[in-house]
C-alpha cells in the first residue's frame, strides 16, 4: 500500500529527505502537463516543475493542510508560470 501525502511529508520534515523522492515520482508527469499546457514552451515547462519543487521542498512546514498537498503544489506551480507569463 502506498503512502499517502501527508504520511511522506511527516517523514520528510523528521529529517527523513529522501521520502522527497516519492512526492516527485507521484506528481512529476502532471506537474509537467500542466506546466507545459500553460507556458506553451517544453523546456521553460521543465524548469518551472523543477522550481516548482524547489520551492515546495523549502516551504514544505507552511503547507498547514497536508491533505490537500497536491492542491497546494499545483498552485505553486500555476503561481510560478503565472511569474513566468508577465
Do not use: P
Not at 511527516?10 to 516527485?24: H, P, R, S
Not at 491533505?67 to 507569463?85: A, I, K, M, V
Request: proline letters at 0%; hydrophobic letters at 40%.
Amino acid at each position: 500500500m502506498e503512502a499517502d501525502d501527508s504520511s511522506i511529508i511527516a517523514k520528510v520534515l523528521d529529517g527523513d529527505t529522501e521520502q522527497f523522492g516519492e512526492i516527485v515520482r507521484r506528481y512529476q508527469v502532471g506537474l509537467y502537463r500542466y506546466a507545459t499546457s500553460m507556458v506553451g514552451d517544453h523546456d521553460v515547462a521543465a524548469d518551472m516543475v523543477q522550481d516548482a519543487f524547489v520551492r515546495a521542498y523549502t516551504n514544505l512546514a507552511s503547507c498547514r493542510d497536508r491533505e490537500r498537498f497536491r492542491l497546494w503544489l499545483f498552485r505553486t506551480l500555476r503561481n510560478r508560470c503565472f511569474d513566468y507569463l508577465k
